[in-house]
């Protein structure tokens, strides 16, 4: 049987980037929960906990970096409603009632020096 990967370059950086992110996060402290959580209207990239409150975590990630650009704005509103649709559906199907919140991961990746620069900002209010 062909071991054919049928991931398209763009998910093949984001995979990395997420497991980029996910080294950074258990580095500073937080326990991953649950990766690449789906639904028909919306995804979630990781999710972790740390200090008794769920962290809902949306990563972008970039393998060049232009001018002025930067990876954070490609969570646009609509983005952000898709994201906060999953996180009830999540949080329902889970039957948790606790605190959460919507942090963001960008992972800036050099594929010449195969180094990445990550940040993260965190509580976003959706």
């Known amino acids: ?15 990395i ?31 972790a906990k740390k200090a008794d409150i769920i962290r809902f975590i949306e990563v972008k990630t970039v393998t060049h970096v232009t001018s002025g650009y930067r990876p954070e704005d490609n969570v646009h509103h609509w983005k952000l409603k898709r994201l906060g649709r999953t996180i009830q559906t999540y ?15 960008t992972v800036k990746m050099n594929m010449d020096t195969r180094k990445a620069r990550v940040e993260m900002i965190e509580n976003i209010v959706i």
């Open 91 to 105: 949080l329902l199907h889970k039957k948790l009632d606790c605190e959460w919140q919507l942090d963001l991961v």
């Open 17 to 47: 980037g997420e497991n980029i992110a996910c080294d950074f996060l258990k580095k500073r402290g937080f326990e991953i929960v649950e990766r690449n959580y789906l639904r028909k209207w919306g995804e979630i990239d990781i999710i």
């Open 1 to 15: 049987m062909n071991n054919i990967d049928f991931r398209t370059e763009k998910r093949k950086i984001g995979d």
